[in-house]
């Protein structure tokens, strides 16, 4: 092939890529202009303060906001120390022909493609009606405590639904220290776990770290999921313990779009709360963000 040809082939290639970008970021800076147009003049105090009023035609988002919140937390706190120790015994400690580290690998591989609405239906089956219903013979509840929807039961769903994401993430994070780190706190003396604690995680940490942002992002949003396990249609209560009932943004937000009498009255209600919605996750992940820029600075100090 002529120098010629090449060149326009890569000039090309190069317009095509560049314009594939451009139109992705075109997309979203699209959409967040609409979301923004109609609902920034709606985001007050009081709209973010009160409950839902009116059958939901008027007031605010609190309780949502409040357990969209809650339930990403909980969902975190959940995910995290399972996704890492996962990863840890599949990069670390399992030998490179287990059987156990294949199977455990094609199920992460599947459960990343299964659809959200499924893990829904493994919720109710599995935690509600199962772990929760067992629970509730067990501590001799008269009445459904744990057997029933609640916040503890969706974030546990999330949990599932986000775990594939939060090992893989770890996994590559694990993968990338460097194999002359492990060597030298081996060859000074230190145990396989030392070093793991020691060296390999710390090093580590800043992958991780995205692994719970990706989490955090995928979570937040999630909406079929907690149809099923936990999310209420209109409960201006704050959740008061783990068996509680909750109110999602997500939901909320399906809500206002489809089960409104008046869908036009609720139209500023429905773009505000999109609004906040995408602001709380960029939050989120803006906070995950500068720890992990935070870690990274400390651990480049260090070395």
């Known amino acids: 092939m002529k120098y010629g040809t090449r060149r326009t082939l890569g000039g090309a290639l ?22 923004v147009r109609g609902g920034i003049g709606h985001v007050t105090w009081q709209f973010l303060s009160e409950p839902p009023s009116d059958g939901m035609m008027g007031g605010g988002i609190f309780p ?3 357990g969209t919140a809650a339930l990403t937390l909980l969902m975190t706190l959940a995910v995290m120390p399972m996704g890492v120790l996962t990863a840890v015994y599949l990069h670390e400690y399992a030998p490179p022909d287990s059987q156990l580290a294949r199977w455990v690998r094609v199920a992460v591989a599947n459960l990343a493609g299964v659809p959200s609405i499924v893990f829904g239906l493994f919720g109710l089956g599995f935690f509600i009606h199962f772990v929760g219903g067992s629970l509730d013979r067990a501590l001799g509840y008269q009445e459904l405590h744990w057997g029933q929807p609640g916040i503890l039961w969706a974030s546990l769903t999330l949990a599932v639904l986000t775990l594939p994401v939060v090992i893989v993430a770890t996994e590559e994070a694990l993968r990338a220290v460097p194999l002359d780190h492990r060597t030298a706190s081996l060859a000074l003396g230190a145990t396989q776990s030392q070093t793991l604690i020691r ?7 800043p992958g991780i770290l ?3 942002v990706l989490a955090v992002s995928r979570g937040a949003g999630e909406v079929a999921p907690i149809l099923f396990t936990g999310a209420a249609y209109f409960l201006p209560e704050l959740p008061s313990s783990l068996s ?9 937000t399906y809500v206002l779009a489809t089960q409104s009498p008046d869908v036009e009255a609720t139209r500023p209600l429905l773009y505000a709360t999109v609004l906040v919605l995408l602001m709380l996750t960029f939050a989120l992940n803006l906070i995950a963000v500068v720890i992990r820029t935070r870690t990274r600075r400390k651990a480049a100090n260090a070395h």
């Open 14 to 35: 190069t317009s095509l890529t560049g314009l594939a970008a451009l139109l992705i970021v075109g997309m979203l800076a699209v959409i967040l202009w609409d979301v």
């Open 64 to 66: 949502a906001l409040y």
């Open 199 to 205: 060296v390999v995680l710390p090093g580590a940490l």
């Open 210 to 212: 995205t692994g719970a």
């Open 244 to 252: 509680s009932q909750f109110m999602h943004l997500g939901y909320h």
